[in-house]
């Protein structure tokens, strides 16, 4: 494990101690099923957006190790990088948000984010291979995401 990821691991940790002392703590002062309620609906939903900022800076993570690849997988020719560019996504746990490069192919003007990337990689799909698979794997994406461009 590299610093970054035990950073990274780190963030969580503590996130995840500062939520559990305040839910430990105010369990003490339930005295009733309405509050009992109450807690568990605070359980419930401060859970989620916990494990969605959790998988968020994992995905993160996961775009800040991905060697930068100057290929263009549709027709194998050096692309531009554009910068580090924000994206969202909906995932299955909330919507998330992601810094990554962005890609351009001069050749075939076919941008590219490095979250796509980490999507694919996901799924287990591999891309590289020629326009086929390409096309192919971008399929299972959409059904897969729902990607919020912002540039
Ligand atoms: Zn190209």
Redesign the pocket.
Known sequence: MDARTRRTMQEMVSQLTEWVKTLARDSQEVRSVQQANQLERRVREEGLQMLGNMFEMLLQNALDHQPPERI??????P?RHKGCRPRGLLSSIGAVRVSGIYWY??????PDHGLRRASLRREGARIGDGLGDYRGAETARRRQWLTIERR
Do not use: K
């Open positions: 263009c997988p549709n027709c194998s020719r692309r192919c001069p050749y075939c003007g076919i």
